[in-house]
């Protein structure tokens, strides 16, 4: 496999951000490279009544930096990485892997299919087609690790297995 230095994490704090963070983390600490935790905040509207008002720009930032600034890590000793950006999230997640050379960007999908995916569009999906390095797509969160019992064992004798 390629050598990964720098591993491109974005994140928009859903829950499956979350599994694809966890991921990355072990990624960065198997291959010992560089994590960049990307957050795009795009500034939704404030709607009251007939029009729409803006939300104050610093105040929303200033929340999506602390967003970003309290997401804990689910492994210590990493060289992390964070930045906060603003704009379109497929626009500035291929900028920033671009300068900053990732060799792989980790992002968890949403999964949406049909008219959803229709009016929604899939940030994970324009990232996949224009991205110049892999791009690793978690769609659901991992599975937490489960011990299912060998039906093998079950039916050997106690002394065997002892």
């Known amino acids: 496999m390629t050598p990964l230095h720098t591993i491109l994490h974005p994140t928009d704090?859903?829950?499956r951000s979350e599994a694809a963070l966890h991921l990355a983390c072990a990624l960065a600490?198997?291959?010992g490279a560089r994590l960049v935790l990307l957050h795009v905040a795009t500034q939704p509207p404030f709607i009251y009544g007939e029009g729409m008002v803006p939300l104050?720009?610093?105040e929303f930032l200033g929340y999506a930096k602390e967003q970003l600034d309290d997401l804990?890590?689910?492994?210590d000793d990493l060289r992390v990485e964070r930045r906060l950006e603003t704009g379109d999230?497929?626009?500035e997640v291929l900028h920033v892997a671009k300068q900053t050379k990732a060799d792989l960007i980790v992002i968890g999908t949403h999964g949406r299919t049909g008219m959803s995916r229709l009016l929604m569009g899939s940030t994970a999906e324009q990232i996949v087609r224009r991205a110049s390095c892999?791009?690793?797509t978690l769609k659901t969160p991992l599975a937490e690790?489960?011990?299912v019992p060998d039906a093998r064992a079950e039916a050997m004798p106690r002394e065997v297995l002892a």
Do not use: G
């Not at 804990?72 to 492994?75: H, K, S, V, Y």
């Open 13 to 15: 704090f859903s829950e």
């Open 29 to 31: 600490r198997d291959y």
């Open 56 to 58: 104050d720009a610093d």
């Open 72 to 75: 804990e890590l689910p492994i």
């Open 89 to 91: 999230a497929a626009t």
């Open 134 to 136: 892999p791009v690793l």
């Open 145 to 147: 690790c489960v011990m």
